[in-house]
């Protein structure tokens, strides 16, 4: 891929770990932004373990570079996020700044005795904690974007807000690939057992199965309001009722693994591009991503125009009005998703360098154990929808966010006229009877 050849501003959403709420004890964890320097890469932090003919073209489609300084200022806040906390392994503890991702399910973070790449990161030394327990049996784990890391197994304690999770195997990487610049020390991985490297169980089922919070689900609200103070929440132990609105449409989980689940149909306007097909929920991946002859059906609806330098769809946003534009849903169960033209556009530059409007829809066939093609619903899907993923009874839930209606502020040059496309809560959401299940705080 092409370099930059400038900065790009980087949007990373660091978590700060807060004191569980009075009289519950679900984890409430606020995200708020902040910003690094150079980055020649979008963030996809899926496992490939158990993709298939998948590794080549989602690293293709996840490693985005951007050739022109104008791409390099609004792409930005959107296009690389991770969702950064803090934890500590051992004993006294060692801290870490950790990726919380759904597309994977592994801990890891860099050893004292690592030996590629490791400049920058905080590094675990086993020799240092009284409660750390020899494993030994090796690691490895490639990731969507390109990037690896591998070393070896070991046990301690990992405390997260004061709370201690024992006997947590983890990963101490000796060789990092793809990483440098990065903020993250590791990875926190929150997908199913199946998807470790060695069958250990993961940090969350542990933290279940200790009695440590209340409920075994976790939930995620993410703000699209990239100016905001908050980049929005993270919930061990429950889902907060304050960040959508409406009820929870529950979905049963197809495939252990990814957080896997099947999709009624995906369209484009009032085409139906595709139907009967499956869908993981992945806080690691920024974009939405599918098969290629259903993204190529989208794009083409969309009137894109490939651009080799990024590697990304282009919309013509001069002369196109977003009438013309239409939404793109995803019926998940009995209810339809809608993206407006404003919620699946990255607009990045400014008057000075002229503006580039980006489908957030790049192709990729990627497989799952059983040969069934999926989609990636990365951040511009959950940024809409509030996501609850439920271990205990094998489903995840989404509900709209309290920031839907949020759209970028749109400079006058752009589109040719000022219509709007109708709200689609009001007009094109199916009812479902689906009902909540939340923790009232």
């Known amino acids: ?47 490939t373990k158990i993709m298939t003919n998948s590794q080549k073209s989602l690293s293709t489609h996840a490693k985005i ?8 200022e609004n792409l930005t806040n959107e296009l690389d996020a991770y969702f950064i906390g803090t934890i500590s392994i051992g004993t006294p503890p060692q801290n870490f700044r950790i990726d919380f991702d759904t597309g994977s399910s592994d801990l890891w973070v860099p050893s004292s005795q690592c030996r590629s790449s490791c400049n920058g990161f905080n590094k675990y030394n086993s020799a ?42 983890f990963a101490e990487c000796t060789y990092l690939v793809g990483m440098t610049g990065d903020i993250n020390d590791g990875i ?8 470790t490297s060695d069958g250990e169980k993961p940090f969350f089922y542990n933290m279940w199965s200790q009695g440590l919070i209340p409920e075994a689900t976790f939930s995620f609200y993410l703000n699209p309001d990239t100016s905001a103070t908050s980049g929005g929440e993270l919930i061990f132990g429950g889902a907060d009722p304050s960040k959508y609105t409406g ?14 689940f099947p999709i009624a149909s995906v369209s484009v306007g009032s085409t139906i ?21 259903q993204i190529n059906s989208i794009n083409i609806a ?8 990024s590697q990304m769809y282009t919309v013509d946003c001069y002369t196109r009005s977003l009438s013309s534009l239409p939404n793109v849903t995803f019926t998940i169960g009995d209810r339809a998703f809608i993206l407006t ?11 000075s360098t002229g503006y580039i409007c980006y489908s957030v829809f790049p192709p990729s066939d990627s497989t799952d154990s059983n040969g069934n093609l999926f989609w990636i619903l990365g951040d511009y899907f959950l940024y809409r929808y509030y996501s609850i993923f439920d271990i205990q009874n094998n489903r995840v839930g989404f509900a709209t966010s309290m920031s839907y209606d949020w759209i970028p502020t749109v400079d006058s040059s752009l589109f040719s006229t000022s219509s709007t496309t109708t709200n689609p809560r009001t007009s094109t959401m199916k009812t479902t009877t689906s009902t909540a299940r939340t923790t009232t705080v």
């Open 188 to 195: 926190l991985g929150l997908a199913f057992p199946s998807l």
């Open 302 to 309: 969309l009137g894109v125009t490939y651009d080799s330098q």
């Open 341 to 351: 033209p404003l919620q699946y556009l990255s607009i990045s530059g400014d008057q």
């Open 1 to 47: 891929m092409l370099k930059m050849i400038s900065t790009l501003l980087v949007m990373l959403i660091i978590v700060h770990l807060c004191e569980k709420s009075a009289g519950d004890d679900i984890f409430r964890i606020p995200i708020n932004r902040a910003h690094r320097p150079s980055s020649n890469r979008t963030n996809s932090t899926v496992s």
């Open 128 to 169: 240092e904690s009284t409660t750390y327990v020899a494993n030994g049996k090796k690691f490895s784990i490639s990731y969507g974007d390109g990037s690896s890391a591998s070393g070896i197994l070991s046990v301690d304690v990992v405390t997260i807000n004061g709370v201690a999770v024992k006997n947590q195997t």
């Open 65 to 72: 570079s951007l050739a022109t300084s104008s791409v390099n």
């Open 247 to 260: 009820s929870i449409t529950y979905i049963s989980v197809s495939l252990e693994g990814y957080w896997e």
């Open 273 to 293: 591009v595709s139907s009967s097909t499956y869908a993981i929920a992945d806080t690691g991946t920024t974009l939405i991503i599918g098969p290629t002859a």
